[in-house]
């Protein structure tokens, strides 16, 4: 356990509870406009969508996997764009386009043969308390919707965009191991493969 980076987190403190239920996790779910995107839209002259991601949220998705945390994103939009960025990850879990979140996290979980305590929730506005309240960790982004904030287990310290899936990973690993030791797997070169 890494109970230096963790100190930062005075959830972890105030609910001695929280800690096991990060250690017993199965599944991190995430929204992307507004998580693992700033939430902005561009669009071009032609009305693509273009997106921003954040790097340091690829390694965190790609590394989850490799501790035994399957990664999943669920999302009410679909672009090209989107779905280039979640081939290059390897997100085997991707539901597009899906306004009900709550029958594909259930679908999903029985898939996986999970409980809803076994997984984590990461959303920002209120189509996420569609699953928020019935998993076993609630995750949001510090500039969440302030509805969304008060069914979060842990409200983040990175804005949308801004690495938010890495201080996920970031914490679920660090309720396991140190992270020099969980990221002695991404200093490999077949990480990036």
Known sequence: MDTAFLSSYPALDNDQ?????LQAL?????????????????????????KRFNVKDGVAMKLL???????????AKDS?????????????????GCHNKAA?????IAQ???????????????????????VGVALCP???????????SIVLTKEAGEGVAREVADMVLASRMSLEHAYELAQKPEFEK
């Open 142 to 152: 510090a500039d969440a919707h302030i509805v969304v904030q008060r069914y979060c």
């Open 65 to 75: 996997p490799k501790w035994g945390v399957r990664v999943a994103v669920i999302t």
């Open 112 to 134: 996986l043969g999970i409980t809803s305590a076994e997984a984590a929730y990461v959303g920002d506005d209120v189509i996420d308390l569609q699953v928020m309240p019935n």
């Open 17 to 21: 509870g929280l800690l096991a239920k």
């Open 26 to 50: 199965k599944l991190v779910v995430f929204d992307v406009d507004g998580v693992l995107t700033d939430g902005h839209l561009l669009y071009t002259e032609q009305g693509e969508t273009i």
């Open 104 to 108: 594909a996290f259930n679908a999903l």
């Open 80 to 96: 090209a764009p989107l779905r280039q960025r979640m081939k290059e990850l390897k997100v085997a879990h991707f539901y597009p």
